[in-house]
C-alpha cells in the first residue's frame, strides 16, 4: 500500500493517504527533476483549520515501507468538487535556476556538484569521484542543470566513464553508470505486460563528425573530422559540427572526437515497456531484458520510468535505449 505523508513548514505531519486515490513518479535519465503527481478530495478531517496545502510542504512516500518519493510541493490545482492536483519535485528541481559559474583549478564534476548543492543548500549523499579535472570554462548566466551536465559530458568525452545524477530519496547522488546495473528482469516470463520498439536514423545519429578549433589570437581555425563511408553510404550524410575549446591540445580533440563518433554513428534503438512495478528501478538503471519477439537478450538503459501506485497496484512504463558496452566499462 502506498503512504503518502504532507509536511508543512509549520512542523506538522499529515497522512494523507487515505484521500489519494493515485499516485504517479516520473524520473529521466537526464535534463529533468522527478515529479511526482496525485489527486487528493478535501473532505473529512482535512477540512480542520489546521490542515494547509502551501507550497513548500514536504512530500513523503513510501510503498510497504519502502521508499518511494521525497519532494516538495510545486503545484496545486483546485476544482469545484472539492478535488485538488498536486505536483511535487525532488530536489533536482532547484537545478532549473540560473547562475555564473567559472571553472578552473583542475576541478571534477563531483566536487562541481557539491558546490552548487552547498550554494543552494541542498542536500547530498553519494558522489562518485569522477576523476577528471575539467577544462578552465565560464558558464555565465546558464541553468545549474546544464552546467553540470556539460561536465558530465566532458568527463565522459574524456573517457572517464558515464556518471547518472539522481535525488535518492532527499539526497542527491552521484553514480558511474557501472554501480546503476541491477538484478532485476524483465521480460516475457518476468513482469513485462506489453512493449513497443523503435529503431530510427531520425534522432542522435550521425556518420560524420566534425570539430572546428578556432585561435582568436591567430586567426587561425583547425578542422577535426571523422566519417564512416559504408554508413553514409547507406543513409546519406548525417553530420555533427561543434566548435570546441582553443585550449585543448591534439591528443584531448582525438580522444574527444572518438568518444563523439562511437556514441553517434549508429542508429537510436527505442523500447517502450509496460510491466508490474519494481522499485529497484528507475531512471539511469541498467536492467536485463528478456523478450523473445525481438530477440532481445542483454543489458538496456532506463531513459525514463513511470510509476503508478493505485490502492494495492503498482505498475510502470518504462523507455529503454541501448548503450555501448563501453559506455558501462569505461573506467
Known amino acids: 500500500m502506498l503512504i503518502v505523508n504532507l509536511e508543512n513548514k509549520d512542523g506538522i505531519i499529515w497522512d494523507i493517504t487515505e484521500i489519494v486515490s493515485s499516485l504517479t513518479w516520473k524520473t ?47 503545484s496545486i490545482s483546485k476544482k469545484m468538487d472539492g478535488s485538488v492536483s498536486i505536483t511535487a ?8 535556476m540560473t547562475d555564473t559559474y567559472i571553472i578552473e583549478k583542475k576541478i571534477t564534476a563531483a566536487a562541481l556538484l557539491k558546490k552548487i548543492a552547498n550554494d543552494y543548500g541542498l542536500k547530498t549523499g553519494m558522489i562518485a569521484d569522477t576523476k577528471y579535472p575539467l577544462p578552465d570554462a565560464i558558464h555565465d548566466k546558464k541553468k545549474l542543470y546544464d552546467i553540470i551536465c556539460t561536465a558530465l559530458d566532458q568527463t565522459y568525452m574524456a573517457k572517464y566513464g558515464m556518471f547518472i545524477m539522481y535525488d535518492d530519496f532527499g539526497s542527491i547522488a552521484l553514480k558511474n553508470i557501472r554501480q546503476m546495473a541491477l538484478l532485476s528482469v524483465i521480460g516475457d516470463k518476468s513482469l513485462l505486460t506489453d512493449f513497443s520498439y523503435e529503431s530510427s536514423i531520425d534522432k542522435e545519429t550521425y556518420n560524420i ?4 578549433q578556432e585561435n582568436k589570437e591567430k586567426g587561425t581555425r583547425r578542422v577535426f573530422t571523422r566519417t564512416d563511408p559504408d554508413n553514409i553510404r547507406k543513409w546519406g550524410n548525417l553530420k555533427y559540427y561543434k566548435s570546441i575549446d582553443e585550449k585543448l591540445n591534439d591528443g584531448q580533440i582525438k580522444d574527444i572526437l572518438d568518444a563523439t563518433f562511437e556514441l553517434y554513428n549508429r542508429k537510436t534503438e527505442t523500447l517502450k515497456l509496460d510491466s508490474l512495478g519494481d522499485l529497484n528501478i528507475r531512471a539511469g538503471c541498467f536492467i536485463w531484458l528478456e523478450i523473445e519477439d525481438l530477440q532481445l537478450s542483454q543489458y ?25 558496452n563501453d559506455a558501462v566499462n569505461s573506467n
Do not use: N
Open 209 to 212: 563528425v566534425q570539430f572546428i
Open 28 to 74: 529521466e535519465r537526464s535534463g529533468k527533476a522527478g515529479v511526482a503527481k496525485f489527486d487528493l478530495t478535501l473532505t473529512g478531517i482535512y477540512q480542520s483549520k489546521d490542515f494547509k496545502l502551501e507550497e513548500g510542504a514536504a512530500i513523503r512516500c513510501t510503498w510497504k515501507t519502502s521508499p518511494v518519493f521525497y519532494g516538495y510541493l510545486f
Open 89 to 96: 519535485y525532488d530536489q533536482l528541481r532547484y537545478f532549473d
Open 300 to 324: 538496456m538503459l532506463v531513459e525514463s520510468c513511470e510509476h503508478k501506485f493505485a490502492g494495492d497496484e503498482h505498475t510502470m512504463s518504462l523507455t529503454m535505449r541501448v548503450v555501448r
